[in-house]
């Protein structure tokens, strides 16, 4: 059978019609207006309310701005651009297909900036917002690091400081590193279970969609008056709830929106991987980017609630005077916390899960040879989703919590460091006797082996309670989060990114460029966050505008250090971009990897696979002659359904 | 494995851990402890940094080897031997870890508990944040406060927090102990100083704009010196002169954190300058008197351009005696002439 064309699957028309057509055609246009109609509708709907209750003041700004243009705005917004058209439909009983494919696959650029319900346009989607995220992210923190580069106070207000650290820390967790690693899963996974696509295609567009607009309510909150949120991207209360300016409340809801994106997506993937794998591929023989994922969103799915709880609840101690959090009235501070981190400490491994999932692919394929102890690889991969519901206390163990809960939440988050060891000497073992090849993949995975232990041994080091006590909420946790989260999980998305651009672009990047890339970021990196360490011992607090003058030295070399890592970044994108653009055409497996993915062309045919294909064995059988991991056999002739075409 | 691989492994893995065991001798980590609770955690830090240099050692021996040893040619498009995994060292990589962090997990508890004993004699003083400021009160004393922390040394000292507006943190880097304040609670911490010195209190937890001044300094004394102190705090409660009253008021309330005043060696940044106050009293249109109370009291009622509402913590009314307000008050409009 020949590659589907378009007609087959009914997409979409040609366009035509006058400029008129633009108004009411989903798009940027259709999103603009009907963004400005909810706003209006969500202003009218408080002043009408405070009205009838007779509330002075009637046009409360505070009140207005929340319902107005962070909750219905952004609904007027996803039903302009098109997200809700297909369920629209169906509700109020217009015609719909199911099978219908006119919003599927990408044929010019301009499909990237629509309701796309490809999974692999989606994947592009995701990485292109979240690289743009990350790069402002960046910036961010080099205006953090040029106002530390000497004590005292140099370029911005006390406001405008704890804005940058705090709105730093919330696109890079929320923004990039949690959607990265969507994006790429996106991409990859049904394409790795034989599927066509993901089982809620439409639900994965609308996943995306909310995504800008969680990046772009936080940085707004720069704009607002009083200034952006300034507690930090934990936001603890009451600093954060009846202690802030506006800004607070952009925070609560941009975290509203990127997690319901995330709890989404984290379903698709489960139904996913749990319905749609390609025969043959049992549990056993999928690949162990499919189980990073897999474990990854019963991460999310069980734990995301949790934050979205605490962000509601301080919000309404800001804006309707509840007393959730708040002590003058009944209310319990540290509740919050322990809401907070029963989400965030399980997102730290919401973060690491999909980067060990790369690191395993791309260890594998470079050493040329299978990965060593897959079944124990995959059960540590459990034992961290329910060891890590057990140890969120172990950042609340100078808190004023109950001391007796500090020691077992000690031993618990200990144990943890035994699967994630196992995960590290696997990886050890499986190079040991390999073939390795150094490409940049391969070179970020090695950077993220001798980093990530790094990050790893000074957690056990904070996992010992006086340990932590001394150096809690110093530059040692700076250092130790940037070692897990950035040489932890940023090198693999690098590792990711440069492992699949063949597949996802059809062309090769620059592999001297991929290396300069990784040079510069391996030693930009230590000479930033190492010496944060001795910073954080010695005594100097985190989130500090100012500094005892003991410590200029280090802070300087920390700042100049810094600002080469954010110009490697540079490299990265100038590769990026270039190549998509000129690369040499990609081979559709130029790794020899046996993965599905790489058994179909690159960039992969509209619906994937033109066969079904019959998985028999193992994705890692590098070195066993004959093996193989799936036959593509043709497939039966596939009728496409009209059901309810008109 | 080959003898010599061994041999190479094992080399490699000395001249790891001897490198990482230079940089963690030859650079400044901790402080020098200047509490027995301090010496304790520095010995919990040794004992864990020894173990995890080990770690890193053995990991960065097997990468560095396998990166040199193992490369592959650029032509070579042969795979590696199929080895799947081996039972032996999947179960020896998850005992010797248990081990490990068991012992380290031991340790510490041992460590946690002798740090929260209470010691004989035990001087309890009462410490209360604030944006921005520390104050310090002596139960032992009547109640004397003191916006210094004085300890004798080798005396077991019990800290009870209470915090007025938001979460705080009280740490001293010598005393490696730490504590957060909680609105609404009143959480407590064990020091016992050993070492005589001036140390800096810290806030380390994100307390609001002035969060990076919330500093002041522990001094520890010998316990005559500390009895002295105290005898001589309590005969200052009727102070000499009035200005001297006022400034008392002005330092146990933590103004200099946020204000300047050049008067009482104060420079604080987060808040007007107070060196400053006839030209603001000129702007808000009142006279200097009125003024300057009514922005103790109600901060909010008139904020000088340039400088965030809602900053001033809005309690000093009721927490600042009237007596101590009127000295305050007329300290303040004697030196903010400017």
């Known amino acids: ?646 | 494995m080959r003898r010599g691989s061994i041999a190479s492994l094992l080399g490699i893995g000395i001249v790891a851990g001897g490198i990482a065991a230079a940089v963690a001798l030859a650079l400044p980590w901790l402080p020098t402890p200047a509490s027995r609770e301090a010496s304790r955690i520095d010995f919990e830090f040794w004992f864990v940094v020894t173990i995890c240099i080990v770690i890193f050692a053995i990991v960065a021996a097997a990468i560095l080897y396998s990166v040199v040893v193992f490369r592959a040619a650029p032509d070579d498009e042969s795979d590696g031997p199929p080895i799947h995994g081996h039972t032996g060292l999947e179960i020896a990589w998850t005992i010797v870890p248990t081990l490990l962090v068991t012992a380290i997990g031991i340790s510490s508890a041992i460590v946690l508990s002798n740090d929260d004993a209470l010691g004989k004699n035990v001087l309890r003083i009462d410490v209360t944040a604030q944006q921005f400021a520390w104050t310090f009160s002596y139960p032992e004393a009547h109640g004397l406060t003191s916006a210094t922390l004085m300890l004798p040394k080798d005396r077991s000292v019990q800290l009870r927090f209470t915090a007025k507006d938001v979460i705080h943190s009280f740490w001293v880097p010598e005393f490696g102990q730490k504590q957060d304040t909680v609105p609404g609670l009143h959480p407590t911490l064990h020091i016992t100083p050993d070492r005589l010195g001036t140390f800096p209190v810290i806030c380390t937890e994100l307390c609001g704009l002035g969060h990076a001044t919330m500093r002041t300094t522990v001094v520890v004394m010998t316990p005559a010196a500390f009895d002295k102190w105290l005898k001589s705090q309590s005969k200052g409660a009727t102070p000499s002169s009035p200005s001297q009253a006022g400034k008392t008021v002005f330092t146990n309330n933590g103004c200099g954190a946020c204000h300047t005043l050049a008067a009482a060696g104060a420079a604080g940044k987060v808040g007007p300058d107070l060196d400053k106050l006839t030209t603001y009293a000129k702007q808000a249109g009142q006279s200097l008197q009125d003024f300057i109370r009514t922005s103790i009291v109600t901060p909010n009622a008139y904020v000088e351009h340039g400088y965030p509402k809602g900053v001033m913590p809005q309690t000093f009314g009721t927490s600042i005696p009237k007596t101590q307000l009127n000295a305050l008050v007329d300290y303040l409009a004697a030196n903010g002439t400017k």
């Not at chain 1, 989606?122 to 000497?150: D, P, S």
């Not at chain 1, 295609?201 to 704009?223: D, E, K, T, Y």
């Not at chain 1, 060891?387 to 618990?412: C, D, E, K, Q, Y």
């Not at chain 1, 030295?553 to 110009?567: T, Y």
């Open chain 1, 1 to 646: 059978m020949t590659a589907a064309t378009y007609d087959d699957h009914h997409l979409a028309p040609p366009r035509q019609g006058g400029a008129w057509r633009l108004l009411y055609r989903a798009g940027f246009v259709r999103a603009a207006w009907m963004f400005c109609l909810f706003g209006a509708i969500g202003f009218g709907l408080v002043v009408l309310i405070r009205w009838s209750g007779g509330w002075q003041p009637l046009f409360k700004m505070e009140d207005i701005t929340l319902v107005s243009l962070l909750v219905a705005g952004p609904i007027g917004f996803l039903a302009g651009i098109g997200a809700f058209d297909y369920w629209v439909y169906y509700a109020l009983g217009f015609p719909t297909r199911p099978e219908d494919h006119s919003g599927h696959g990408a044929r010019s650029w301009r499909d990237y900036f629509r309701v796309n319900t490809d999974h692999k346009v989606i994947g592009v989607q995701y990485l292109a917002t979240t690289l743009v995220f990350f790069v402002i992210g960046g910036f961010l923190a080099l205006m953090v690091r040029a106002e530390l580069a000497k004590p005292g106070m140099q370029f911005v207000d006390n406001q405008t400081f704890n804005g940058l650290f705090s709105v730093h820390a919330s696109l890079m967790i929320f923004l990039f590193v949690i959607p990265a690693f969507a994006g790429l899963a996106n991409f990859v996974v049904p394409l790795m279970l034989g599927a066509p696509d993901m089982a809620f295609p439409r639900l994965n567009a609308l996943s995306f969609w909310l995504l800008p607009i969680a990046g772009v309510m936080m940085l707004a909150s720069f704009v607002v008056p009083g200034g952006a949120f300034a507690c930090g991207w934990t936001g603890y209360v009451p600093l954060c709830s009846t202690h802030q300016p506006l800004g607070a409340v952009f925070f609560n809801q941009g975290v509203q929106w990127a997690g319901a994106s995330s709890i989404m997506t984290a379903l698709n993937f489960l139904v996913t991987i749990i319905t749609m794998r390609a025969p043959g591929m049992t549990f056993w023989r999928m690949p162990l980017l499919v189980w990073a994922n897999f474990t990854t969103s019963l991460l999310v799915v069980i734990a995301t609630p949790f934050i979205a709880g605490s962000q509601f609840f301080s919000m309404f101690d800001h804006v309707m005077h509840t007393a959730f959090f708040d002590p003058n009235n009944g209310g319990y501070p540290l509740g919050y916390q322990h809401i907070f981190w029963f989400y965030s400490h399980p997102a730290v491994y919401i973060m690491m899960l999909p980067g060990f999932g790369i690191m395993s692919e791309v260890i594998s394929v470079f050493s040329r040879k299978p990965i060593f102890g897959y079944r124990l690889m995959a059960l540590s991969l459990m034992a961290i989703v329910v060891l890590g519901f057990s140890v969120w206390a172990h950042h609340m163990f100078v808190s004023g919590m109950a001391s007796w809960l500090r020691v077992p939440m000690m031993i618990t988050t200990l144990l943890i460091a035994v699967p994630t060891g196992i995960k590290i000497f696997s990886w050890l073992a499986t190079m040991w006797e390999g073939k390795l090849h150094f490409r940049t993949p391969m070179l970020f995975a090695l950077g993220f082996l001798s980093m990530f232990v790094i990050g790893g041994l000074s957690g056990v080091m904070l996992g010992a309670v006086p340990i932590d006590i001394h150096v809690s909420d110093t530059y040692f946790i700076v250092a130790h989060i940037h070692y897990v989260l950035f040489g932890g999980s940023v090198f693999t998305i690098f590792a990711g990114m440069y492992y699949w651009f063949p597949k996802i672009t059809g062309r090769m990047y620059d592999e001297r460029l991929g290396k300069l890339h990784f040079w510069l970021t391996f030693v930009g990196f230590n000479l930033t966050f190492f010496p944060m360490h001795i910073l954080g011992t010695e005594g100097m607090p985190r989130r500090v505008s100012d500094y005892a003058p003991k410590f200029a030295g280090l802070n300087m070399f920390i700042s100049l250090a810094s600002f080469g890592l954010g110009a490697s970044v540079l490299v990265f994108l100038y590769n990026m971009i270039t190549s998509w653009r000129n690369g040499p055409i990609a081979p559709s497996n130029p790794w020899r990897a046996l993965t599905l993915e790489w058994q179909v062309s690159s960039p992969p045919p509209i619906f994937n696979f033109d066969e079904i294909p019959q998985v028999v064995g193992s994705p890692y059988e590098y070195g066993v002659p004959g093996a193989q991991h799936a036959i593509l056999a043709p497939a039966p002739v596939r009728e496409v359904e009209e059901v309810g075409a008109p």
